[in-house]
Structures are given as structure tokens and as C-alpha cells.
């Protein structure tokens, strides 16, 4: 029984699940295997990098985060989803996939990152809506869908077709799902030493002090990190349209 199960290795369920796994809750990600962004040629209006970044190796580096942070990763797709117990949606969800695995997972959480499938969805009435040829869920302010304990995040939550924004619902979702959840949690912040001590109070949960000798060799793990993976080129071109004919 894992705390929280992301479909979707995108963007949104990447950052989403950055944070439940920082948070301690136990996290899986169902990779689809490849994410819309690796369609883009260039990521050119992402904060931080201020003449662009390589979209795959973007979507490379949140990966690597995601798993630094604690998630593992399964390749798959998933089909369907239901309540393990009809009469208590606290006992969480089976869900049935495709994949490496192809085992039913089962979950107390789930995270809808799917885009553009949300079929897998339709045994929850969820409240699925649909728009043009595709189908988005209905959300609250926390990506919290018509069920409890499902949530929503990012183009399948209907929010813009952006990177930035992708990230930043991924995230938002994530804090509803650790808010929720029974996990102590004030804050996913790293201050300096006395921040909080220094006034006489407690770490709170979810946050931690480091003194300048830990800071300087996280910032220089973090620059080491950056070095190695923008040396060179990265390999990998980006993925046409599916309707573009190709010779």
C-alpha cells in the first residue's frame, strides 16, 4: 500500500511528487514513458534560465529531483482505477495497469498527471468534462476532484498549456495531498542555522537548519550536479507531432 500514487511522469506529477516525497509519504510514479514537453525544439519562458534550457533535459533533471527526493518509478500505463472498499474510500485504490509491473497497485492517494489520458479514470465519478477531442477532471483550488482521496494536476486539471505552470499546479497539488494526509508538515524549507532556534523555537516538520559548512557543500554538490549534466549536448531530439507525416 504506497501513500500516494502518481499517474503520469510529466511535468505536473513530477513536481507533485518531489514534494509528497519530501514529506516522508511513501511514492510512486506510473510513467506513461514520454511527456509532451519533449515535443519542444527549445523551453524558452521557464524562470531560471535566462536564454532557455533543452526540454528533454528538463524533463531529465526534474526526473533525477524526483528521485532524490524518493520516488520510485514504475513504466506503465494505467487502465483503470477503483475503491478497494466501496463503503470507505479511507481504505484507498486499486489500480490496474500496463507495464513493466502489470500487477494491480494500491494506493491511499492517487494523482491524476495523465495528459491527455483520463479514461483510466471513468469507474470514479470524478467528474470528468470533456473539451474538444480531450477530457479534463474538475478540481478545487488543491486539484482535490469530486472523490476523496483523487486528485488532479496540471493539463488534466484544465490549467494552461505551460511548463511554469505544469510545475506549479504539480506542486500546489502535492501540498493538498500532504495537508490531507498524517504527515507532520509545516513547510519544505531549508533555512540557516538559528533561523528558528534563535528565537527559541522548533524546527517545525518539514523544515531543517543548516550551518554555513553544510550549506556551502550542498551548493557545491548542487553546482557539481549542474556541471555534469549541462557539459554536453544532450543526445536526445525532440519527438514530432504524431500527424506530421515523416519519410
Known amino acids: 500500500m504506497r501513500d500516494v500514487l502518481i499517474v503520469g511522469g510529466g511535468?505536473?506529477?513530477l513536481a507533485a511528487g518531489i514534494f509528497t516525497a519530501r514529506a516522508g509519504l511513501n511514492t510512486l510514479?506510473?510513467?506513461?514513458g514520454e511527456s509532451i514537453l519533449a515535443r519542444n525544439a527549445s523551453l524558452e519562458n521557464?524562470?531560471?534560465?535566462?536564454d532557455g534550457v533543452d526540454a528533454r533535459l528538463y524533463l531529465q533533471l526534474v526526473r533525477e529531483q524526483a528521485k532524490s527526493a524518493g520516488c520510485e518509478f514504475e513504466l506503465g500505463l494505467a487502465t483503470s482505477v477503483e475503491p478497494i472498499d466501496d463503503t470507505d474510500l479511507e481504505a484507498g485504490f486499486r489500480i490496474e495497469t500496463e507495464g513493466d509491473g502489470g500487477n494491480p497497485l494500491?494506493?491511499?492517494?492517487v494523482i491524476a498527471a495523465s495528459?491527455?489520458?483520463s479514461e483510466w479514470l471513468t469507474p470514479l465519478d470524478v467528474g470528468r468534462e470533456q473539451r474538444g477531442s480531450k477530457y479534463v477532471v474538475s478540481v478545487d483550488d488543491g486539484g482535490r476532484t469530486a472523490v476523496d482521496?483523487?486528485?488532479a494536476a496540471g493539463r488534466i486539471a484544465g490549467e494552461p498549456h505551460q511548463t511554469i505552470v505544469a510545475a506549479g499546479h504539480g506542486a500546489k497539488v502535492?501540498?493538498?495531498?500532504?495537508?490531507?494526509?498524517d504527515a507532520a508538515f509545516y513547510h519544505d524549507w531549508v533555512a540557516p542555522e538559528g533561523y528558528f532556534t534563535g528565537r527559541g523555537r522548533e524546527v517545525p516538520p518539514g523544515c531543517e537548519e543548516i550551518d554555513d559548512g553544510e550549506r556551502l557543500e550542498r551548493d557545491e554538490r548542487a553546482r557539481e550536479t549542474m556541471r555534469e549534466w549541462l557539459a554536453e549536448p544532450f543526445d536526445d531530439e525532440p519527438t514530432m507531432h504524431p500527424s506530421v507525416e515523416t519519410d
Open 174 to 181: 502535492g501540498l493538498a495531498v500532504i495537508h490531507d494526509s
Open 106 to 109: 494500491e494506493t491511499r492517494r
Open 115 to 117: 495528459w491527455s489520458d
Open 11 to 13: 511535468v505536473s506529477g
Open 29 to 32: 510514479v506510473v510513467d506513461g
Open 149 to 151: 482521496g483523487v486528485y
Open 46 to 50: 521557464y524562470p531560471g534560465f535566462p
